[in-house]
T-cell receptor
Framework: ELKVEQNPLFLSMQEGKNYTIYCNYSTTSDRLYWYRQDPGKSLESLFVLLSNGAVKQEGRLMASLDTKARLSTLHITAAVHDLSATYFCAVNAPGNQFYFGTGTSLTVIP | EAGVAQSPRYKIIEKRQSVAFWCNPISGHATLYWYQQILGQGPKLLIQFQNNGVVDDSQLPKDRFSAERLKGVDSTLKIQPAKLEDSAVYLC?????????????????FGPGTRLTVL
């Protein structure tokens, strides 16, 4: 079974600070997705990364993919309170199944 | 465009009872997924359909869980009998592609989920 690990599991950061969430996965895949989930809500798609070296940016969030290291990162720049949520990475396996990471619960403190 | 619909939104049952969840995917989406999300964890795939055929049900506890997708549109997920550890949010998602070709990707659209509490 494909394993997807995220760290940290919990992240508390002050507004204006930068931080990175890491996503490691255990098998070859060239499609990596990032999702956001607010409390009591469903998942919202943020990014899809399709190839080695891919980088996507939206506002204060930037995601990257290193398929050789089987690692994706989600970098937060100058955090604001609205970014408080749980972030999941997910790997699209060759059979088109999706395997999700454990999630990173982010709290941005004013 | 209407999103993925699920019902009910909330359900409370006692252990050993039965429960069923319903999902209506986005029109035209061939692939449908059911996930179980236990509090504090990431979604775990239970079953994946391509039209009305099962693609992957390797993580579905088949002694108590069943799912069907008649006519390749709506789907139902049933638990019989329920256990305490089945308490979770059950998410349905759909996508338009089955096996994306290189350079393409498979975007999943999630429904609001059904929160099940087993007492």
């Amino acid at each position: 079974e494909l394993k997807v690990e995220q760290n940290p599991l919990f992240l508390s950061m002050q507004e204006g600070k930068n931080y990175t969430i890491y996503c490691n996965y255990s098998t070859t895949s060239d499609r990596l997705y990032w999702y956001r989930q607010d409390p009591g809500k469903s998942l919202e798609s943020l990014f899809v990364l399709l190839s080695n070296g891919a980088v996507k940016q939206e506002g204060r969030l930037m995601a990257s993919l290193d398929t050789k290291a089987r690692l994706s990162t989600l970098h937060i720049t100058a955090a604001v309170h609205d970014l408080s949520a749980t972030y999941f990475c997910a790997v699209n396996a060759p059979g088109n199944q999706f395997y999700f990471g454990t999630g990173t619960s982010l709290t941005v403190i004013p | 465009e209407a999103g993925v619909a699920q019902s009910p939104r909330y359900k409370i049952i006692e252990k050993r009872q039965s429960v069923a969840f319903w999902c209506n995917p986005i029109s035209g989406h061939a692939t449908l997924y059911w996930y179980q999300q236990i509090l504090g964890q990431g979604p775990k795939l239970l079953i994946q359909f391509q039209n009305n055929g099962v693609v992957d049900d390797s993580q579905l506890p088949k002694d108590r869980f069943s799912a069907e997708r008649l006519k390749g549109v709506d789907s139902t997920l049933k638990i019989q009998p329920a256990k305490l550890e089945d308490s979770a949010v059950y998410l349905c998602a759909s996508s338009s592609l089955y096996r994306p070709i290189r350079g393409d990707y498979n975007e999943q659209f999630f429904g609001p989920g059904t929160r099940l509490t087993v007492l």
